[in-house]
């Protein structure tokens, strides 16, 4: 299933499926991203970051997309596990990454289901 | 990869009392660390930009009265809620990033930590 972005707080796939995960972001001046993965009582964990100068990076099962036309990121999560069940935030900021003071977006639920 | 500790993980007191919590990044050096305050099913709001031997910088609407932050080494910071109230009630997240050994952030990685969770009764 396919996020539409921050007015869908939650996502629910099946094991083994693609999950996509949506996030809009305001200020046209970032031009540092970041997904992280929280799991439940316990601090984000980093799990990807793209420059404005990228459209695409890929990592370990995951892919992030970057579309600064129209202020969008997205985190692919390939062959989703039960594990991947956390929720997901994208942060931003400016600076080209040497400025850490992140803006957090709202974040995104996902439940795999076994 | 570098480790940041909080302590206490959580912590339960009776309102009007003061609560410290500590941020230590354990393998490397963090001139900056950063305070969130997190309320339940919300995203991070950050709170404060905590400077390594200079004061802190507060974001807009936290009170600095409330929320003492000091930052007298490289790897702590705490952050002390005072005269707390049952509203101060929530997850508070620190983060770091590496400074490398000559003191300048050269890694460009942030670490966060596992939180610490508060109740005010």
């Known amino acids: 299933g396919e996020s539409v972005g921050l007015h869908l707080p939650t996502l629910s796939v099946q094991e083994g499926d693609n999950s996509i995960i949506n996030c809009a972001y305001s200020?046209?001046?970032?031009?540092?991203f970041i997904w992280y993965k929280q799991e439940s009582g316990k601090g984000p964990q980093f799990i990807i970051d793209i420059r404005s100068n990228m459209d695409k990076r890929q990592g370990q099962r995951v892919t992030v997309l970057l579309n600064k036309t129209v202020k969008h990121l997205s985190l692919q999560i390939a062959a989703t596990q039960p594990g991947d069940s956390a929720v997901y935030f994208c942060?931003?900021?400016?600076?080209?990454?040497?400025?850490?003071?992140?803006?957090f977006g709202k974040g995104t639920l996902l439940t795999v289901n076994p | 990869g570098a480790v940041v500790s909080q302590h206490p993980s959580w912590v339960i007191c009776k309102s009007g009392t003061s609560v410290k919590i500590e941020c230590r990044s354990l393998d490397f050096q963090a001139t900056t660390m950063f305070w969130y305050r997190q309320f339940p099913k919300q995203s991070l709001m950050l709170m404060a930009t905590?400077?390594?031997?200079?004061?802190?910088?507060?974001e807009q609407g936290v009170e600095k009265d409330k929320f003492l932050i000091n930052h007298a080494s490289l790897t702590l910071s705490t952050l002390t809620v005072t005269s707390a109230h049952p509203e101060d009630s929530s997850f508070y997240i620190c983060?770091?990033?590496?400074?490398?050994?000559?003191?300048?952030?050269?890694?460009?990685?942030?670490?966060f930590g596992e939180g610490s969770r508060l109740t005010v009764l």
């Open positions: 942060a931003e900021t400016q600076g080209g990454g040497s400025n850490y003071k992140l803006t």
């Open positions: 983060s770091a990033n590496d400074a490398g050994t000559s003191g300048r952030a050269t890694t460009g990685e942030l670490f």
């Open positions: 905590s400077n390594e031997g200079s004061k802190a910088t507060y």
């Open positions: 200020n046209s001046a970032s031009d540092y």
